[in-house]
């Protein structure tokens, strides 16, 4: 099947720090994204993987991929 996306239950938090990891994939920012065990992951377009587990990595990501 092509299309399908399965989301975990995460919290408020979580859930907002995963919208905004797919948005930087979609904006070309990023290569993938992905939760596991309740954990953000962010693939950046160098192959390094980012662990997002709180707004404060999400900003620190986000200084690492505009600068």
């Not at 979580?14 to 992951?41: H, T």
Request: net charge positive.
């Amino acid at each position: 099947m092509e299309n399908v996306t399965l989301n975990q239950d995460l919290t408020k938090t979580r859930n907002k720090l995963s919208y905004e990891a797919r948005k930087l994939v979609k904006a070309g920012k990023a290569k993938s994204s992905f939760v596991w065990d309740g954990k953000i992951f962010v693939i950046d377009n160098k192959d390094k993987k980012h662990k997002i587990l709180c707004p404060a990595n999400m900003i620190s990501l986000l200084i690492y991929l505009y600068i």
